[in-house]
């Protein structure tokens, strides 16, 4: 009786093992899926809340930049902490407000158009008006206009 519960014992301990074996693989496999996916949380988690940080340091910046830029227009000093140069980049990339595109745009500018000689009036960014003048000078404009076209082709035909 002492050897078959030796025997009864090896034979449950190997098939023990054997189908442990295969279900510890199995086990494993879970355990490092669930492992995966809730690395995969806390990573969304930790996004998020980096997000929201940045969200509020942007607007903390936002709201200290224009604190500055409305002091430094009461006061001609300029904050040390802040290159000049970095504060014109910026402002220049910054959308302009109604008020700086109606100033800009209401300056008329006369602009020479060296192809034709002719002189363009030039509104803000670049749109070109209309300029009403009388016949005489309509004339005179025509004739400067032909004569720098007669210089400008003989220029290129010496080019070429």
């Given at each position: 009786?002492?050897?078959?519960?030796?025997?009864?014992?090896?034979?449950?301990?190997?098939?023990?093992?054997?189908?442990?074996?295969?279900?510890?693989?199995?086990?494993?496999?879970?355990?490092?899926?669930?492992?995966?996916?809730?690395?995969?949380?806390?990573?969304?988690?930790?996004e998020?809340?980096?997000?929201?940080?940045?969200?509020?340091?942007?607007?903390?910046?936002?709201?200290?930049?224009?604190?500055?830029?409305?002091?430094?227009?009461?006061?001609?000093?300029?904050?040390?902490?802040?290159?000049?140069?970095?504060?014109?980049?910026?402002?220049?990339?910054?959308?302009?407000t109604?008020?700086?595109?109606?100033?800009?745009?209401?300056?008329?500018r006369?602009?020479?158009?060296?192809?034709?000689?002719?002189?363009?009036?030039?509104?803000?960014?670049?749109?070109?008006?209309?300029?009403?003048?009388?016949?005489?000078?309509?004339?005179?404009?025509?004739?400067q206009?032909?004569?720098?076209?007669?210089?400008?082709?003989?220029a290129?035909?010496?080019?070429?």
């Amino acid at each position: 009786m002492g050897k078959e519960k030796s025997r009864k014992k090896k034979r449950s301990s190997s098939e023990s093992s054997s189908s442990s074996s295969s279900s510890d693989s199995s086990r494993e496999k879970k355990r490092i899926r669930k492992l995966k996916k809730k690395l995969r949380k806390e990573q969304k988690k930790t996004e998020k809340i980096i997000k929201k940080k940045l969200k509020k340091e942007k607007k903390r910046l936002k709201k200290e930049y224009l604190k500055r830029s409305q002091s430094r227009d009461k006061s001609p000093e300029v904050s040390a902490d802040i290159p000049v140069e970095l504060m014109e980049i910026s402002k220049a990339m910054a959308p302009m407000t109604k008020e700086e595109w109606e100033k800009k745009q209401s300056i008329i500018r006369r602009v020479l158009d060296e192809e034709t000689g002719r002189y363009r009036l030039i509104k803000g960014d670049g749109e070109v008006l209309e300029e009403i003048v009388s016949k005489e000078r309509h004339k005179e404009i025509n004739r400067q206009a032909t004569q720098a076209d007669g210089a400008l082709f003989q220029a290129q035909t010496l080019h070429k």
